[in-house]
């Protein structure tokens, strides 16, 4: 079963911020936390992984609570092409990668 | 340029004719791995391999069987194919760096396999 809770669905304006939640309260200290997308049909998209402390690339930025029992994907500027199913996803090494039923994102121009 | 090559893309067969879908990487990848994406259920694991000549079984093995001959490639096969076996199937490949290490994985663009 997947370690994470996320919204089924969320709505975005183009050009805001996608903030993304994502629940995690049962996360072991070795667990990263790893963010993919999958867009219609294609094959997942790796977004960004995170430990501990806040991360950034180009794609995004990973927000982890002190805790480390939820985090937030940011996308800066959303895009229509942006419009994707999100996984959020609690990894330990090359433990297989646990899909759950992700967040269905819809940036609307 | 990286990637995971899958081939084919698109497949329709009859039951019981077996079958292989290929994949290929260019990354020098230890780990690969097969998905079956179905509506409702997700993305589910078929089988792994953390390198040559080692592979396990994931969450959904029956029907299927790999083998892992070359680090770069992958192929799934289908002895006796069913209409179950009707879905969306992925390779992913990645880096093996042991407990404790993140590392991303990499995606083949699907294969759409149909049985009739």
Redesign the interface.
Known sequence: DAKTTQPPSMDCAEGRAANLPCNHSTISGNEYVYWYRQIHSQGPQYIIHGLKNNETNEMASLIITEDRKSSTLILPHATLRDTAVYYCIVRAGNTPLVFGKGTRLSVIA | EAQ?TQNPRYLITVTGKKLTVTCSQNMNHE?M?W?R?DPGL????IY?S?NVEVTDK??VPEGYKVSRKEKRNFPLILESPSPNQTS?Y?C?S?L???????????????T?LTVV
């Open positions: 995971v780990y791995s998905y994406q997700g993305l589910r694991q792994y953390m994931g969450d969306l992925f992913a990645s093996s760096r042991g407990r404790g290490w993140g590392t991303e994985a990499f995606f083949g663009q699907g759409r």
